[in-house]
Nanobody, 125 residues
Framework: QVRLVESGGGSVQAGGSLRLSCAASGYPYSGNHMAWFRQAPGKEREGVAAIYTGGGSVYYADSMRGRFTISQDKPKNTVYLEMNSLKPEDTALYYC??????????????????WGQGTQVTVSS
């Protein structure tokens, strides 16, 4: 059974940093795509970044490039999202998601079949 568990969210002041973690279990970790999405109140869920857990290729939404970094620790079956220079508009529920297989289709919800419960990030001004 696929399980994705996010952690690391919290409250931070603008300009601060956070590192989110997503621990994966219940399936062969390597050879899939994992991603971070976020959803702010009243807004649609949007993709942040994705990583291929096989070769390590990374993908970013254009608006997220530069301040956010996705990475992984294969022995720990864990994907991270490092967030720097946080802004109040980064406030959202951040989700980890899994797309099985080696083919990357894009950073859209419809391509990811498994989701974690989310971790809240709140950035105050």
């Amino acid at each position: 059974q696929v399980r994705l568990v996010e952690s690391g969210g919290g409250s931070v002041q603008a300009g601060g940093s956070l590192r989110l973690s997503c621990a994966a279990s219940g399936y062969p970790y390597s050879g899939n795509h994992m991603a971070w999405f976020r959803q702010a109140p009243g807004k649609e869920r949007e993709g942040v970044a994705a990583i291929y857990t096989g070769g390590g290729s990374v993908y970013y939404a254009d608006s997220m490039r530069g301040r956010f970094t996705i990475s992984q620790d294969k022995p720990k079956n864990t994907v991270y999202l490092e967030m720097n220079s946080l802004k109040p508009e980064d406030t959202a529920l951040y989700y980890c998601a899994l797309s099985r297989g080696s083919r990357y289709y894009g950073l859209e919800q419809r391509y990811f079949s498994f989701w974690g419960q989310g971790t809240q990030v709140t950035v105050s001004s």
